[in-house]
């Protein structure tokens, strides 16, 4: 291959990168990747080291109890979302991951509160269908506040009151 007028003399480099974990995973094909910035082949190379995702994609949740059974240090790691940390995969290998959400329920005590960790990062439009479906949710979700609301004001305004007239023997 060539590259364009400029350079008409010049070929473009290529470079074929395969993984020392295919053996484990399997081969996982990527994207070819031009760059013309790349004059030489392992400057490339190296470069396709750097992209290459060469295992895969980990999503995994748990509740924070079998968390903390799991990870003795658990009450003293930060587990806020951003944070990094290893899991161990089927295979026996760590595998770096980050903490991508925790759920706390703050107003209900019984539900165990949730960590999910991975190695995907959303896409900006995922982030943004995400939104969308929460701010489509928000009525909903203000109408039933509301509903609440006035049934506990309706049992509150009939709540039985009275005065004694009298004792019986």
Known sequence: ???????AKKPIPSAEYSSPLKDIY???????IQDDRFTDSNSLLEYLKTKLNDQPDI???MDFANFSKGAPLAD????????????RNRFG?????RVTSNVWYPQEPELV?????????????QIQS??????????QISKAAKD???????????????EVVGEVD
């Open 76 to 87: 003293f790691n930060n587990v806020s979302p951003g944070n990094y940390g290893w899991l």
């Open 148 to 162: 609440a609301s006035s049934k506990a004001e309706v049992a509150l305004n009939s709540r039985l009151t009275g």
């Open 26 to 32: 399997g081969k996982i094909d990527a994207e070819p």
């Open 59 to 61: 999503q995994y949740t």
């Open 93 to 97: 290998l760590d595998v770096e991951v």
């Open 113 to 125: 509160p949730q960590l999910t960790f991975g190695t995907r990062k959303k896409t900006l439009t």
């Open 1 to 7: 291959m060539f590259r364009g007028d400029k350079m």
């Open 130 to 139: 995400d939104e969308r479906r929460q701010i489509k949710a928000m009525p």
